[in-house]
């Protein structure tokens, strides 16, 4: 008889956030396929738990899925977790969940933690639709193109964000979507957990302003006024975006984009007032 796959969720940060029965499972299983498996360790350690672990990550993923799904066939019981939150949100885990579904190996998710979900729920932006899109490109071109494949999209958008890419990736948004409200989760669970609420301009200038800038973030961007007229002049809509920190041409370009207008027709109109 098959064994059973299970997903199990794990703490974002703080390591009190752990249900009971994602505890047992995790003492239960055969083996604990995990990221990286000396911080999987230190959870287990602080809950006396001692499993084998076999690392399952992005780089061995292919190889080790069919492994595991060896070991399931064969009767093992195996818990799949990430380093944090839910696995296969934005984390490895799903070509060994297809290879257990393909088997009619049994696939039991253990919910839990989600940065994602905790993230929208104390953004104060509206969470009636949204989409997640894991981590933007980390390529400007790249993530320049998927905001505008985004920007109309009547739901609040949201996005994973290294702290490293995190300044380049405001002033595409600034760029691409404009003065929409957006809400930035850092640290979440831990210590240092703040959200921060504000323009993507503005909050590109506030967080240039620190010595560092650290800890992953949740980037939640407020739906989009597609269908809403702007009335604002052309003139003030653009010196608005510049005030903010975004450069003359870019700021042009963002207004020109959300009235439908080229760069041309938008600086010429300009040049006429």
């Known amino acids: 008889m098959s064994g059973t ?5 794990t703490p974002i940060g703080n390591l ?33 738990i001692s499993k084998p672990l076999v690392s399952y990550h992005e780089h061995n993923e292919q190889s080790r899925a069919v492994e595991l799904a060896a070991d399931l066939r ?6 799949l977790v990430s380093d944090a939150g839910t696995p296969l949100i934005a984390d490895p885990g799903y070509r060994l969940v297809e290879q257990a579904r393909e088997h009619d190996v049994a696939v039991v998710p253990v919910p839990g933690p989600s940065a994602l979900l905790a993230a929208l ?22 993530r320049r193109k998927l905001l505008e494949e985004l920007k109309n999209l009547a739901a609040t958008l949201v996005f994973y964000e290294a702290p490293h890419r995190i300044l380049e990736a ?17 640290e979440l669970t831990k210590i240092h957990e703040e959200f921060l609420r504000g323009t993507p301009a503005e909050l590109q200038a506030s967080l240039a302003e620190r010595a560092s800038v650290k800890g992953e973030f949740t980037v939640m961007i407020g739906k989009s006024a597609a269908m809403e007229v ?16 975004v450069p003359r041409m870019d700021a042009l370009k963002a207004v020109a984009r959300q009235r439908g207008l080229s760069k041309r027709e938008a600086y010429k109109i300009l040049n006429e007032r």
């Open 74 to 79: 064969a009767g093992k019981n195996i818990a």
């Open 5 to 9: 796959l299970y997903i199990v969720a």
């Open 170 to 186: 405001l002033e595409d948004i600034a760029i691409t979507l404009g003065a929409r409200q957006v809400v930035l989760a850092r």
């Open 230 to 245: 702007d009335e604002t002049p052309l003139e003030e809509a653009v010196e608005k975006l510049i005030q903010a920190g």
């Open 121 to 142: 729920s104390a953004s104060g932006l509206p969470t009636d639709a949204f989409l997640f899109h894991g981590f933007l490109p980390a390529k400007q071109g790249q």
């Open 16 to 48: 009190e956030d752990i249900s009971s029965r994602a505890l047992r499972i995790l003492g239960e299983v055969d083996v604990i396929a995990c990221e990286d498996t000396r911080h999987t360790r230190k959870l287990l350690d602080r809950y006396g």
